[in-house]
């Protein structure tokens, strides 16, 4: 088990719904729901759906800027959701996050060399000022910017380079776990591939491991070892990235390779094969999430809640259709 970095447990998160003056709970958003997880050192792991998932939310989740609702999680050997205090402050040395929104995660109020070496200050590292100055400028030009841009503002940058900031922020403490959430979605496409490969080149040269989230099958693809799709708070199918997309077992999955733009169809396949919309977390169905809108639901499906099981512990899906059916055939 000392290849396992992150282990979740049966998490669950909801969030409460409060209404009247007395502000009552009246029920729940249930955004994650019983997720088992396990992330290997150096690995890419992909969390993939539709949005409203939950995979943001489990994202959040796994590094505690979420309480769990309930459930385990160990990180690096340590229980991590029992950390509190100094040794919950050490622990997230090793743990960081890359938000969606450039324009949004970094303080506009602030210089580059101000965003970057805040880590510093709140762990206690590097006290030396011309020591964290130089550190700063060695960060900026790891990610492909210049020294010179740390007396410069966010606003003065372009969505690349202010991703390109964030990621310098991200890995200033040398961490372990690196949560990317959605990282290119706000940005050109031109700017993606850059992004992307500014990541990986990270991920070699610093030793990380990336939990990435995304709702583009494209990206995942690029850039993942192993993909987990969810939907309605739940793994419904996980493998690593050339099983999953060469042989997709869950008909959720099937549904959303189908829906990867190609020349003259567009997304016209997803809805010949997916009809009504995404249950309400609130009030989710009995059994498997995914039946109201599956073409092949069976009795089971409406009644017991599947788990995730299959032939090989590399792939996995949590659906009651018989594990040797050509899904195929029959999508």
Not at 40 to 56: F, H, N, P, Q
Not at 197 to 213: G, S
Request: proline content about 6%; overall charge positive.
């Amino acid at each position: 088990m000392s290849d396992i970095i992150l282990e979740a447990k049966s998490i669950r998160k909801y969030f409460p719904i409060k209404k009247g003056f007395f502000m009552r709970e009246v029920g729940q958003v249930k955004a994650v729901e019983e997720i088992n997880l396990a992330v290997r050192r150096g690995e890419t792991l992909g969390l993939v759906g539709e949005s409203g998932c939950g995979k943001s939310t489990l994202g959040r989740t796994l590094i505690r800027l979420y309480e769990p609702t309930s459930g385990e999680i160990k990180f690096d050997g340590s229980d991590f959701r029992n950390l509190s205090g100094a040794e919950l402050r050490q622990k997230r040395r090793d743990i960081q996050m890359i938000f969606q929104d450039p324009y949004a995660s970094l303080d506009t109020r602030m210089t580059v060399g101000q965003i970057i070496e805040q880590p510093f200050k709140i762990h206690g590292l590097l006290p030396d000022k011309k020591e964290r100055e130089e550190r700063v400028k060695e960060l900026l030009q790891l990610v492909g910017l210049k020294a010179s841009h740390v007396n410069r503002y966010p606003h003065e940058f372009s969505g690349g380079q202010r991703q390109r900031i964030s990621i310098a922020r991200a890995v200033a403490l040398n961490p372990k776990l690196i949560i990317c959430d959605e990282p290119v979605s706000a940005l050109d496409v031109s700017i993606q591939a850059q992004v992307l490969n500014l990541l990986k080149d990270l991920q070699e040269r610093l030793n990380l491991t990336y939990i990435f989230i995304s709702h583009d099958l494209s990206v995942i693809e690029h850039v993942c070892d192993r993909i987990a799709v969810m939907y309605l708070g739940r793994i419904v199918e996980i493998a690593t990235r050339d099983e999953l997309f060469k042989n997709p077992k869950h008909p959720y999955t099937r549904a959303l390779m189908s829906s990867i733009p190609s020349i003259g169809t567009g997304k016209k396949k997803m809805s010949k094969i997916l009809s009504g919309e995404i249950p309400s977390p609130i009030n989710p169905p009995k059994g498997c999430a995914f039946h109201p809108r599956c073409p092949h639901k069976i009795k089971e499906c409406s009644e017991i809640t599947p788990q995730l099981r299959g032939d090989s512990p590399q792939h996995l899906k949590a659906c009651h259709v018989n594990l040797e059916t050509n899904l195929k055939e029959i999508l």
